[in-house]
């Protein structure tokens, strides 16, 4: 029996050092750990000396308040690159589409210049704002007061209408002077008038001194558009008959290769007096006619001879007496 007891007493023993040879000791950062202890020979032989264990993880994790993927409810997560892009309110940069990776940003003027690929399931709408000098000149809504001058409506109109324009409706014209074959530079009047009635200009790249074209020229250039400047005697103040016009048109038809213009073919051979040249509210007149003669389907609301009327009686007190185009 006494022997018996020794031997209990000695298991107990036993088992009391083998519980405190498992205690671990948790060691602060920068102080050395005995290699080994603390871990089992798995996890020695697998880690090796030096490397974290899942333990030394778990560690950190509770005094860094979790900065890695292992704890994502920390107060702190770490930085996750391919997160999607987010629009927060009040930020100063712009974040642009899928194609710029995923949510580039950009600030300032490049920013502006970049397109931005809106979500078709986001809540709000972007709006763009538009500086108030700029806004008057978008057009004039349908139940605004009516325009205090001839010369606005006119302008704002033309405006709006050439701003709608797609590029394949924006054809190329053949500006003739009232010398034949003599041609327009690309900073006199008659290229802005171009550009204003939402055309291109095909002489935009000759040089000043060499305005002088042959028919192979205008040929080649295939206009879609021609306008030929006419003296006073052909089409202006006074003129009441067409005549005079139509000698000139025929002349024109007559040139080598001018039937397969596509400004012959299509009947966009506009004729005008010299005088629509010589004040602003008549050049917007001859702005006019040729945005209705480049694109009739744009302007079919538009009567000419009412616009040059009221735009005449505004700026002198009478609208023009004569025929003062011709297509």
Known sequence: ??????????????????????????????????????????????????EETDRDKQEKNEETGGKTKENPDASRKEYDENRPAEIMPGAEKT??????????????????KRAAKLNGEAEETAKRTTAAEEAEQKGVDEEAEEADSAMTYYTVLLNERTGDLFECQRINVYWETKE????????????????????????????????????????????????????????????????????????????????????????????????LLEAPHLRLAAALMIAKGANPEQYGDVRIDDALAALGEEATGSAPSGIFYFQ
Request: proline letters at 2%; glycine letters at 12%; one cysteine or more.
């Open 1 to 50: 029996m006494k022997k018996k007891r020794m031997i209990q007493a000695a298991a107990v023993l036993a088992l009391c050092l083998a519980l405190a040879g498992c205690r671990a000791r948790i060691y602060v950062s920068g102080e050395a750990k005995p290699a080994g202890q603390g871990e089992t020979a798995a996890e020695t032989e697998r880690t090796g000396a030096g």
């Open 95 to 112: 974040v642009n589409g899928e194609e710029a990776g995923g949510g580039f940003s950009g600030a300032g003027e490049d920013a502006e």
């Open 180 to 275: 034949d074959h003599r041609t327009i530079f690309r900073t006199s009047p008659e290229h802005e008038l171009i550009l204003k009635a939402g055309a291109y200009d095909v002489s935009a790249r000759l040089l000043e001194s060499n305005l002088r074209v042959d028919d192979g020229w205008i040929g080649r250039k295939n206009p879609g558009m021609v306008v030929k400047v006419t003296d006073r005697s052909v089409l202006g103040t006074g003129v009441l008959s067409t005549e005079a016009a139509r000698n000139v048109y025929r002349e024109l038809a007559a040139r080598d290769g001018w039937a397969g213009m596509d400004a012959a073919r299509n009947g966009r051979v506009l004729l005008i007096s010299e005088e």
